[in-house]
C-alpha cells in the first residue's frame, strides 16, 4: 500500500510526540505520569550522556531538563551548553528548563546564545509545566 505525500503527513501527525526528560539532580515532583496523561512518548534520562546517547538515536519534540550551574567546569558554565550546541542543528526542538532562581543570572547568560523555549524556577509546579507542555505541542503545529 502506498499513500500520498498528505497521507503520509497526516499519519506522521497522528504519532505520539516525543519527549526526553533529563533528571540529573531530582528534587521536583515525578512527572512521567503528566507526560503520560498528555500523550507523549517519553524517554527519561539521569545524565547528559545519555540523553546525547539517545539523541543519535531520536530527535525528540520536547526535552525538559534541569539547568545545573557548575562553576568549576573548564569550558562552559553548566550541564546545558553541549545539549544545546547540539540542538542548534534541530530548532525545531523544544526545551524546556528547570532552574533554581539564584542561578537565574546564569541561565541568562546561557540564553543569549541559544534559544530555550521556557524556563521555570524551582520549586517545580506540575501545572506549570503542564502549561508549558501545551503551548509547546501548539507552537509545534
Excluded at 505520539?16 to 540529573?24: K, V
Excluded at 524556563?119 to 501545572?127: D, K, S
Aim: hydrophobic share 40%; glycine share 2%.
Amino acid at each position: 500500500m502506498f499513500f500520498s505525500d498528505q497521507e503520509t503527513k497526516r499519519t506522521m501527525k497522528t504519532d505520539s510526540p516525543r519527549l526526553l526528560a533529563i533528571m540529573e539532580l531530582g528534587g521536583y515532583p515525578n512527572l512521567a505520569p503528566l507526560y503520560k496523561r498528555l500523550g507523549f512518548e517519553t524517554e527519561i534520562v539521569n545524565s547528559q550522556r545519555k540523553a546525547q546517547a539517545y539523541l543519535k538515536k531520536r530527535i525528540p519534540d520536547i526535552i525538559v531538563a534541569e539547568y545545573n550551574f557548575q562553576s568549576d567546569f573548564r569550558d562552559r558554565t553548566s550541564n546545558l551548553e553541549t545539549l544545546m550546541a547540539r540542538l542548534q542543528r534541530h530548532p525545531q526542538v523544544k526545551v524546556i528548563v528547570f532552574f533554581q532562581e539564584e542561578y537565574r543570572h546564569k541561565l541568562d547568560d546561557l540564553l543569549s546564545r541559544f534559544p530555550v523555549f521556557a524556563a521555570i524556577p524551582f520549586p517545580v509546579h506540575p501545572a506549570k509545566v503542564e502549561a508549558a507542555l501545551l503551548r509547546a505541542l501548539d507552537a509545534g503545529d
